[in-house]
C-alpha cells in the first residue's frame, strides 16, 4: 500500500514539476517527485541523476557568467 501511495504522488510531483519547467517555475518539484519515484522505478533514478547533473552544471555556469559580468563592471 505504502509504494502504491508513494508511487502516486511522486507521479502527481514530477507532473507539476514537468509542468513548471515548460513555463517559468522550479524545478524543484521535479526533483522531489523523482526521489519519491526512485524508490520503486529505476529508470525515475536515472532521470534524477540527469537531472541532478544538469541542475549543477546550470548553476556552474550561471555563477561564472554573474563572476565574469561583475568583474568586467
Known amino acids: 500500500m505504502k509504494k502504491h501511495i508513494r ?5 502527481v510531483f514530477a507532473a507539476f514539476g514537468l509542468i513548471f519547467f515548460i513555463i517559468p517555475g522550479s524545478m524543484f518539484v521535479l ?3 523523482l526521489m519519491m519515484l526512485s ?3 529505476p529508470k525515475a533514478r536515472q532521470s534524477l ?3 541532478q547533473n544538469t541542475m549543477t552544471k546550470s548553476a556552474r555556469k550561471l555563477d561564472s557568467f554573474l563572476l565574469n559580468k561583475k568583474f568586467k563592471n
Request: neutral net charge; contains cysteine; aromatic residues 14%.
Open 7 to 11: 508511487i502516486a504522488i511522486g507521479g
Open 49 to 51: 541523476r540527469w537531472c
Open 39 to 41: 524508490y520503486d522505478i
Open 31 to 33: 526533483i522531489i517527485g
